[in-house]
């Protein structure tokens, strides 16, 4: 479906958010938190997007881009684009969403994986349910969607660590992960070594306590 850029907002540095309404001026398709829709970005690149704005907005959708230098041209020719222009999407796809039976979730975001996790954090915290999320940057500057994880229902359930942090304030994986209570379920999404990392530490945390999901 065809969607117009209504409004580019700079988040942080090399991150940018595209808000995106029908071209037609209609309903958008409806979405879960932890979906993601596919982006035509013309010459055969297409990319996946998470979206991270209310699922209960039927006018628009909002995602955050990071601008990589070692892109293959896909965030480079996102980032290139301004608003109205108009762009193909495919409706919202969820191979991410949150599980319904837990007793506790930890949401661990590292950069730009902070998207899908925001919108899954705004559903735990409208629900009532028991969560945690921790977001890991290289620094303040690169920290995207702050003002939202600063609102009430959030910033006491939120961490934020900085890679140029000392030591001691930056995150230990295995103090997060450890204990694990009964169904308690982790969701991370961020670069490969991070979501690796924050895996296997979430496996051995299971198997030596009670049943956790990763």
């Not at 601008?67 to 020719?77: E, H, L, M, Q, T």
């Not at 191979?95 to 954090?121: K, Q, Y």
């Given at each position: 479906m065809k969607v117009k850029i209504t409004r580019k907002t700079v988040l942080a540095t090399d991150?940018?958010?595209?808000?995106?309404?029908?071209?037609?001026?209609?309903?958008?398709?409806?979405?879960?938190?932890?979906?993601?829709?596919?982006?035509?970005?013309?010459?055969?690149?297409?990319?996946?997007?998470?979206?991270?704005?209310?699922?209960?907005?039927?006018?628009?959708?909002?995602?955050?881009?990071?601008?990589?230098?070692?892109?293959?041209?896909?965030?480079?020719?996102?980032?290139a684009l301004t608003e109205g222009d108009l762009i193909e999407i495919s409706e919202p796809k969820n191979h991410f969403p949150l599980h319904p039976e837990a007793t506790h979730s930890i949401l661990l975001a590292g950069g730009i994986?902070?998207?899908?996790?925001?919108?899954?954090?705004?559903?735990?915290?409208h629900a009532g349910a028991s969560f945690e999320m921790h977001y890991c940057c290289r620094d303040p500057q690169r920290a995207a969607f702050r003002e939202r994880l600063a609102?009430?229902?959030?910033k006491d359930r939120v961490r934020l660590y900085f890679d140029d942090a000392p030591p001691r304030e930056r995150i230990d994986l295995a103090t997060v992960?450890?204990?694990?209570?009964?169904?308690?379920?982790?969701?991370?999404?961020?670069?490969?070594?991070?979501?690796?990392?924050?895996?296997?530490?979430?496996?051995?945390?299971?198997s030596s306590a009670s049943p956790l999901s990763a």
């Amino acid at each position: 479906m065809k969607v117009k850029i209504t409004r580019k907002t700079v988040l942080a540095t090399d991150i940018c958010a595209f808000e995106l309404q029908s071209a037609a001026g209609a309903p958008l398709p409806p979405f879960s938190a932890g979906a993601h829709i596919d982006v035509q970005l013309g010459a055969g690149l297409v990319r996946q997007y998470s979206l991270c704005n209310n699922p209960n907005d039927t006018h628009r959708y909002l995602i955050g881009v990071l601008r990589d230098p070692g892109s293959r041209g896909g965030s480079i020719a996102m980032h290139a684009l301004t608003e109205g222009d108009l762009i193909e999407i495919s409706e919202p796809k969820n191979h991410f969403p949150l599980h319904p039976e837990a007793t506790h979730s930890i949401l661990l975001a590292g950069g730009i994986g902070v998207t899908p996790l925001l919108c899954m954090a705004e559903r735990l915290a409208h629900a009532g349910a028991s969560f945690e999320m921790h977001y890991c940057c290289r620094d303040p500057q690169r920290a995207a969607f702050r003002e939202r994880l600063a609102l009430t229902d959030l910033k006491d359930r939120v961490r934020l660590y900085f890679d140029d942090a000392p030591p001691r304030e930056r995150i230990d994986l295995a103090t997060v992960l450890n204990a694990p209570g009964p169904r308690t379920h982790v969701y991370v999404c961020g670069p490969g070594g991070f979501i690796d990392a924050a895996l296997n530490i979430a496996k051995a945390a299971a198997s030596s306590a009670s049943p956790l999901s990763a």
